[in-house]
């Protein structure tokens, strides 16, 4: 299983970007799918995802300004980002949870970072 992340790249502040997120290889069922991120000396954090139950969980810094959109058929799952700020400025990392077999425990997979960078 590989996830593939695009979409990344330079904007000013105020402006947007959507990222994409695509699984590929022996998928059996996706249950969780979102996006976190890491800027330079902090933790990596949750910035959106789709949960398990269907409902989605936004980081309060991006409630409003970001939208996850649900894991289409071709397994890929959008971010949406408007009215970015600076503090944006990050490496945006794909996550999800897959079944390979049917019955199986999900697995947690990663994706390479896309960065994004938000200039004032």
């Known amino acids: 299983v590989q996830l593939q992340a695009s979409g990344g790249g330079l904007v000013q502040a105020g402006g947007s970007l959507r990222l994409s997120c695509t699984a590929s290889?022996?998928?059996?069922?996706?249950?969780?799918m979102g996006w976190y991120r890491q800027a330079p000396g902090k933790q990596r954090e949750l910035v959106a995802a789709f949960m398990r139950d269907g409902s989605t969980n936004y980081a309060d810094s991006v409630w409003g300004r970001f939208t996850i959109s649900p894991v289409d058929a071709k397994n890929t799952m959008y971010l949406q980002m408007y009215f970015l700020k600076p503090e944006d400025t990050a490496d945006y990392f794909c996550n999800a949870v897959i079944q390979t077999i049917p019955l199986s425990t999900g697995r947690n997979y990663w994706g390479k970072g896309t960065q994004v960078t938000v200039s004032s």
């Open positions: 290889g022996s998928i059996f069922s996706i249950n969780e």
